[in-house]
C-alpha cells in the first residue's frame, strides 16, 4: 500500500492471525491506521497491530466484540473481511456442512 496514508484511520480486518487476513492488516498498519484484527486465533505472539479473539460464525460475539471495540475508537473507517476456510477439491464433492463452513468460518 504503498503511497497510501490510513493516519488517524480506523481499519478493521476479519481473518487477521494469518495469510491475506495478516498481510492486509499489516499493508494497513504500515500506511498509517489503527488497525484491529480479528480471528479465531492468532499463532504468533506478537503482531504489529491490536489483536481480538473472535469467531465470525458466533453473531452473539461479534455483536458483544464490535460494540466494545468500536466504544474505544469511537468510528470505523475500513472493514475488510478476510476469514473464511478454504476446502481443497471440488466444489461438487463437499458436504453441506463443509460449504456453510467455507463462508462462516
Known amino acids: 500500500m504503498a503511497g497510501f496514508d490510513f493516519a488517524g484511520k480506523t481499519v478493521w480486518v476479519t481473518g487477521a492471525g494469518k495469510g491475506i487476513g495478516y498481510t492486509t492488516a499489516l499493508a494497513f498498519a504500515n500506511a ?8 479465531r486465533e492468532f499463532p504468533q505472539d506478537n503482531y504489529p497491530f491490536t489483536t481480538e479473539v473472535l469467531d465470525v460464525a458466533n453473531a452473539g460475539q461479534v455483536a458483544e466484540v464490535c460494540q466494545r471495540v468500536l466504544k474505544a475508537r469511537e468510528r470505523l473507517d475500513v472493514l475488510v473481511n478476510a476469514a473464511g476456510i478454504l476446502r481443497m477439491g471440488a466444489t461438487d464433492a463437499l458436504s453441506a456442512e463443509e460449504w456453510q463452513q467455507t463462508f462462516c468460518g
Open 32 to 39: 498509517g491506521a489503527e488497525v484491529t484484527g480479528f480471528d
